[in-house]
């Protein structure tokens, strides 16, 4: 796994939060690409992921805005226990004992591209600091579990405030040097993240465990409607007059 740290401005971070969750002092951007040889629940998979720092009643915590992955059974255990917003992806990554390469593409748009040289230092000298300040060890993962109502009114299960832990046995640190580069996808979100601040990145082998979840809080509906979308991909209908369509 290779994870890139980096600021952004406090602005995108404050749109991108649904209440009750909100910016943290520093706005901070992690994204991960990582590769999974073997699970507790199905076939061996690649997964990647775009969180920012966010704080609940002054516990911070990442929020998930994107994650792409390769199996169709870890994206529906994440999206329908955890409420992750998974969604099905193309994700290619090399790696070597100084170097590592990665990519994501979907639709034909590789949409975030890492670069990494892992030579025990980061982009930013105060990197190091900075994340041991706000992510310590095992910060805990804010997702937002809901169902839309099959009658298309609103929801069947009510948009709820969910948290989980990921604890992590490291076999391997590395600190890194990193440079992204994004091309924008209309139907994910990783562009939007603009880079004031490239800190670097961590390259890790690891054994991890998602701990089970509890819920926090239930959310007006109402309010985080505008926040629902992350899940899905829309498209004009642009089929031909003599093909029948199929609509939701």
């Known amino acids: ?8 401005k406090p602005e995108i971070i404050e749109r991108l939060l649904p209440k009750p969750l909100k ?19 199905c076939p061996p998979y690649r997964e990647a992921g775009l969180f920012v720092l966010a704080d609940y009643n002054g516990q911070l915590g990442n929020y998930c ?37 990665g990519a994501i593409s979907r639709h034909g748009v590789d949409f975030f591209n890492i670069k990494a040289t892992m030579e025990d230092r ?11 300040e706000y992510y310590g060890k095992d910060i805990p993962l804010y997702n ?8 298309g009114s609103g929801f069947d299960l009510m948009p709820t405030l969910v948290t989980q832990r990921l604890v992590s046995d490291v076999k ?28 670097g990145a961590v390259y890790t082998v690891s054994t991890n465990v998602l701990e089970k979840g509890k819920v926090l809080e239930q959310l007006n509906p109402m309010e985080f409607l505008p926040y629902c979308y992350l899940r899905w991909d829309w498209w004009e209908n642009k089929l031909q007059p003599e093909h029948t369509p199929s609509s939701i």
């Open 172 to 199: 391997v640190y590395k600190a890194a040097e990193a440079s992204i580069t994004f091309q924008e996808s209309e139907h994910d979100p990783w562009s939007e993240l603009e880079v004031v601040n490239m800190l």
């Open 122 to 132: 980061f982009n930013d000298g105060k990197a190091g600091g900075i994340l041991e």
């Open 1 to 8: 796994m290779l994870t890139v740290y980096w600021e952004t």
């Open 65 to 101: 805005l994107s994650m792409p992955i390769t199996s169709d059974i870890g994206m529906a255990m994440g999206r329908e226990v955890c409420g992750l917003p998974k969604k099905m992806a193309d994700i290619r990554m090399n790696s070597s004992e100084r170097t590592f390469e």
């Open 144 to 151: 937002i579990k809901y169902a839309n109502a099959v009658d």
């Open 23 to 41: 910016p943290a002092s520093r706005p901070l951007v992690n994204a991960f690409v990582a590769d999974y040889p073997a699970t507790n629940f």
